[in-house]
């Protein structure tokens, strides 16, 4: 059974840190762009930021440059989401998201992406 399971969510005060890390199993996806998304309540999902297959390039939305950081490792199958400088409008269900990316897709549209995890819940409070 392939799995994408996120890790690391909780309850964190504005300006504090979190890293989300998001396990692969059941496939290896080392060959795959992986992705953040998040939902907030009442609200659609949004893109938050991406990672080639190499890890060589990285993607953001405006309202996260800066503050998070994406990553993986290959030999481990996981993706990492760092999150500094947390702000309340960061509060979401966050997904991470793995997919073959090709030339006419776009990293920031969830259609690309063919795998998704379960989510965890990043609360921010002021």
């Known amino acids: 059974q392939v799995q994408l399971v996120e890790s690391g969510g909780g309850l964190e005060q504005a300006g504090g840190s979190l890293r989300l890390s998001c396990a692969g199993s059941?496939?290896?996806?080392?060959?795959?762009?992986m992705a953040w998304f998040r939902q907030a309540p009442g609200k659609e999902r949004e893109f938050v930021a991406a990672i080639s297959w190499s890890g060589g390039s990285t993607y953001y939305a405006d309202s996260v440059k800066g503050r998070f950081t994406i990553s993986r490792d290959n030999a481990k199958n996981t993706v990492y989401l760092q999150m500094n400088s947390l702000k309340p409008d960061d509060t979401a269900v966050y997904y991470c998201?793995?997919?073959?990316?090709?030339?006419?897709?776009?990293?920031?549209?969830?259609?690309?992406?063919?795998?998704w995890g379960q989510g965890t819940q990043v609360t921010v409070s002021s």
């Open positions: 998201a793995a997919g073959q990316k090709t030339y006419d897709s776009s990293w920031q549209s969830s259609g690309t992406y063919g795998y």
């Open positions: 059941g496939r290896t996806f080392s060959s795959d762009a």
